[in-house]
């Protein structure tokens, strides 16, 4: 019992001079520290001590010198950058090797994009006067639409940012109308006009064209320099309206975004639409009515600072006494208790385009696995979920996500975030169908059925109609690819629309595409064909009425589910035969043979045989009759028929990922 307590007391005196250090580090070592939305990697307690106390009051500053806005643009063109840019010259982080600071998840360092949108508070004299900025830096890439608009609806104007060496992109053009629609002020920035290859000139006759915006309301920065990123802050506050509320008005807190904290329970990102906010408060759900009390009140400066109060027009975030994921809306209103207010418009539900079954390697973790996505869709709202069953795999759920990046993103942070192991299934489309009969029509709720699980989709004899989802596509590319270009949209059953010369050198084609024959490699083969030059986005077109067909696997006759689909008449065998020879590849040898089969409608359109392992039973017959050796072959033979009837043939877990590589 000594040598226990001794040891006990060992271990807390290193961790008390552990946190002892952590607080004297300077904040850019601490800023590498992060991990999951802004939390510490030691303790969310460790990030708040680089703190204390603002040195500023947020009283200070009224509506009128405040400004909420956005960075929008396409992959790669420099936000995460230009946002590194702001907090250094507002004086937020100490000037140096600052790279990505925004960029608090492990999967945006790894991959060099942002996932998911975050906001840091700046203040900035102009003419005399502190202003409060929040910046909300966004994601770039088409699968994380939904992220920008969330954050549109904290802001009152954006910075849209173009390369000067890549020009407008196609995701440009969706970001720009998406902030156009919502009417809010945009200042058009040209980044990386220190680039030997740039074209700042040519890029801001493509935003003339294309957006209609005067090319002399055009910035020209360099973010990774800094030259030209104070004239952005100085046009942020000249050109960007305060916002229009008043702290005189009962609370109204709009819930913008949210994450778990392993120690402190649901964070809520908040926009003060009106009155005042204060720790302590006891606040209620516009939705649920249900109240909570307020235990942390702060803002991003660039990580969690308490601060007590926040006004009206103000962004920050809050802790409360909320320990249930599915109570943090996403776009909800809170107010003060029993004064209740009109609530904020939500937000638009995210429309899933791809959905996979997830499935944990192991059966006893699905606990593990059930929490963790509970806690991740709390900070990912545009998952859909739903629970699944597989003979093979067990218990799981079946997801829907906004496109592939989307999915493999998420499966990162699982592991990442979550330390869990999991299967994924092969993704599909959510097809629909029109069936007959009453008795038909009364068992499944309706005539019209949606297939998120291709397992699931009744008899061919009382379908009517199958119909699959379409996009509207939008292609940037040089000229000279136009062609190559308009083969390939054919092949992938597109139906080109329009096409637009946007300058000299580069068109825009707008296409319809089942989304189906897009969702895998459509982006690779695009940006091969053009050397990397083009860019794609595309946006929810609907259903069209097609011709479909659903493919079982089977292996040895059994059929294995999870590798089911449903896909286009025209492509059915070509899929099938490369399907099954994946299979091949992926299913380990046995003691007897295994026929791979592809049925459409219970007849074969594919088929491949995994040869068995044979032992040499004659190896001991050294002469004498025939009849023994035959006889030893014969027994063989029979044993290995009767092996194939009871034998259980077990598709690795990698063969789920391999069969979509084409």
């Given at each position: 019992?000594?040598g226990?307590?001794?040891?006990?007391?060992?271990f807390l005196l290193k961790w008390?001079?552990?946190i002892k250090n952590?607080?004297k580090?300077?904040l850019?070592?601490?800023?590498?520290q992060?991990?999951?939305?802004?939390k510490?990697?030691?303790?969310?307690?460790?990030c708040?001590m680089q703190h204390?106390?603002?040195p500023?009051h947020l009283?200070?500053?009224?509506?009128?010198?405040i400004r909420n806005?956005s960075?929008?643009?396409h992959v790669?063109?420099g936000?995460?950058t230009?946002?590194?840019r702001?907090?250094?010259?507002?004086g937020t982080i100490p000037k140096?090797n600052n790279?990505q600071v925004?960029?608090?998840l492990?999967?945006?360092?790894?991959?060099?994009?942002t996932?998911?949108?975050?906001?840091?508070s700046?203040?900035y004299k102009y003419q005399?006067?502190?202003?409060l900025l929040?910046?909300?830096d966004?994601p770039?890439?088409?699968?994380?639409?939904y992220?920008?608009s969330r954050s549109?609806?904290?802001?009152q104007?954006v910075?849209?940012?173009?390369?000067?060496?890549?020009?407008?992109q196609a995701q440009?053009?969706?970001n720009?109308?998406?902030a156009?629609?919502?009417e809010?002020?945009i200042?058009?920035?040209?980044?990386?006009i220190?680039l030997k290859?740039?074209?700042?000139?040519?890029?801001?006759?493509?935003i003339?064209?294309?957006f209609?915006?005067?090319?002399?309301?055009?910035l020209?920065?360099s973010?990774?320099?800094g030259?030209g990123v104070?004239?952005?802050?100085k046009?942020?506050i000249?050109r960007?309206?305060?916002?229009?509320?008043?702290?005189e008005?009962?609370?109204?807190?709009f819930v913008?975004?949210?994450w778990y904290?392993h120690?402190k329970?649901v964070?809520?990102?908040?926009a003060?639409?009106d009155?005042?906010?204060?720790?302590?408060?006891?606040i209620?759900c516009a939705?649920?009515?249900k109240t909570y009390e307020?235990?942390?009140?702060?803002?991003?400066?660039?990580?969690?600072?308490p601060s007590?109060?926040?006004y009206?027009?103000?962004?920050?975030?809050?802790?409360?006494?909320?320990?249930?994921?599915?109570e943090a809306?996403i776009g909800?209103?809170?107010?003060h208790e029993?004064?209740p207010?009109?609530?904020m418009?939500g937000?638009?539900n995210?429309?899933?385009m791809?959905f996979?079954g997830?499935f944990?390697?192991e059966?006893?973790?699905f606990p593990?696995?059930?929490?963790a996505?509970?806690?991740?869709?709390l900070?990912?709202?545009?998952?859909q979920?739903?629970?699944d069953?597989?003979?093979?795999?067990?218990?799981?759920?079946?997801?829907?996500f906004l496109g592939l990046l989307?999915?493999?993103?998420f499966n990162?942070?699982?592991?990442q975030?979550?330390n869990?192991s999991?299967?994924?299934?092969?993704?599909?489309?959510a097809?629909?169908?029109k069936i007959i009969?009453e008795?038909?029509?009364?068992?499944?709720?309706?005539?019209?059925?949606?297939i998120l699980n291709?397992?699931?989709m009744p008899?061919i004899?009382i379908?009517?109609?199958?119909?699959e989802?379409?996009?509207d596509g939008t292609i940037i590319?040089?000229a000279?690819h136009?062609?190559?270009i308009?083969?390939?949209?054919?092949?992938?059953r597109?139906r080109?629309?329009?096409?637009?010369?946007i300058d000299?050198?580069r068109?825009m084609?707008?296409s319809?595409?089942?989304l189906?024959?897009?969702?895998?490699?459509?982006?690779?083969e695009?940006?091969?064909l053009?050397s990397?030059?083009?860019?794609f986005d595309?946006?929810?077109?609907?259903?069209e009425?097609?011709?479909?067909v659903?493919?079982?696997?089977?292996?040895?006759g059994r059929?294995?589910?999870?590798?089911?689909m449903i896909c286009?008449?025209?492509?059915a065998?070509?899929?099938?035969v490369?399907?099954c020879?994946?299979?091949?590849?992926?299913i380990p040898?046995?003691?007897f043979?295994?026929?791979?089969?592809?049925?459409?409608?219970?007849?074969v359109?594919?088929r491949?045989d995994i040869?068995?392992?044979?032992?040499?039973?004659t190896?001991k017959?050294?002469?004498?009759d025939?009849?023994?050796?035959?006889?030893?072959?014969?027994?063989?033979?029979?044993?290995?028929k009767?092996l194939?009837?009871i034998?259980?043939?077990?598709?690795p877990t990698?063969a789920?990922?391999q069969i979509?590589k084409k």
């Open positions: 019992m000594a226990l307590y001794f040891w006990q007391r060992l008390q001079r552990k952590l607080s580090l300077s850019p070592f601490v800023n590498k992060f991990n999951v939305a802004g510490c990697r030691l303790s969310t307690t460790a708040s204390q106390e603002l500023f009283n200070d500053f009224p509506v009128e010198r806005f960075i929008i643009a790669d063109h936000k995460s230009l946002a590194d702001l907090l250094e010259i507002t140096g790279n925004l960029d608090r492990p999967v945006e360092r790894e991959r060099g994009i996932v998911k949108a975050q906001t840091a700046l203040i005399g006067q502190d202003y929040n910046l909300i966004t770039g890439h088409v699968d994380f639409h992220e920008v549109l609806a904290a802001c104007g910075i849209l940012l173009v390369d000067a060496n890549q020009g407008v440009t053009v969706a720009f109308y998406l156009f629609e919502a809010m002020a200042i058009p920035v040209i980044n990386k220190d290859n740039a074209m700042p000139e040519l890029v801001a006759d493509q003339n064209n294309i209609d915006i005067d090319k002399s309301a055009i020209k920065i973010a990774k320099v030259s104070e004239d952005v802050l046009a942020v000249e960007i309206p305060c916002p229009v509320y008043s702290r008005r009962p609370l109204r807190a913008f975004d949210s904290d120690f329970g964070v809520a990102h908040i003060i639409c009155g005042v906010v204060k720790t302590g408060q006891r209620t939705s649920s009515k307020l235990t942390e009140v702060g803002i991003m400066y660039p990580t969690q600072v007590g109060y926040l009206a027009g103000q962004v920050g975030y809050a802790m409360m006494n909320m320990r249930n994921t599915g809306k909800d209103t809170f107010y029993n004064i207010v009109d609530p418009p937000f638009k995210a429309t899933p791809v996979a997830i944990p390697t059966q006893s973790e593990l696995l059930r929490s996505i509970e806690k991740l869709t900070n990912d709202r545009s998952v979920i739903k629970m069953n597989s003979p093979a795999l067990g218990q799981g759920y079946r997801l829907g989307h999915m493999d993103v990162q942070r699982l592991e975030e979550f869990a999991v299967i994924v299934t092969t993704p599909n489309v097809y629909k169908v009969g008795k038909n029509i009364k068992f499944y709720g309706g005539n019209e059925l949606t291709p397992c699931l008899d004899a379908i009517t109609e199958y119909q989802p379409m996009i590319t040089p000279e136009i062609n190559a308009t083969q390939l949209c054919l092949d992938y597109g080109i629309k329009d096409q637009i010369y000299d050198t068109i084609v707008q319809k595409f089942p189906a024959e897009v969702l895998v490699d459509f982006f690779d695009l940006k091969s053009t990397g030059y083009a860019s595309y946006e929810d077109a609907g259903y009425v097609s011709d479909l659903k493919i079982d696997y089977t292996l040895n059929e294995v589910e999870e590798l089911t286009h008449v025209s492509r065998r070509k899929i099938a490369r399907i020879e994946k299979l091949k590849t992926a040898r046995q003691q043979v295994i026929t791979i089969q592809a049925k459409v409608n219970q007849k359109i594919a491949e040869k068995a392992f044979r032992k040499d039973v190896a017959c050294y002469g004498g025939i009849t023994r050796k035959m006889k030893l072959l014969k027994n063989q033979a029979e044993g290995k009767y194939r009837k034998g259980v043939v077990e598709v990698d789920f990922i979509l």
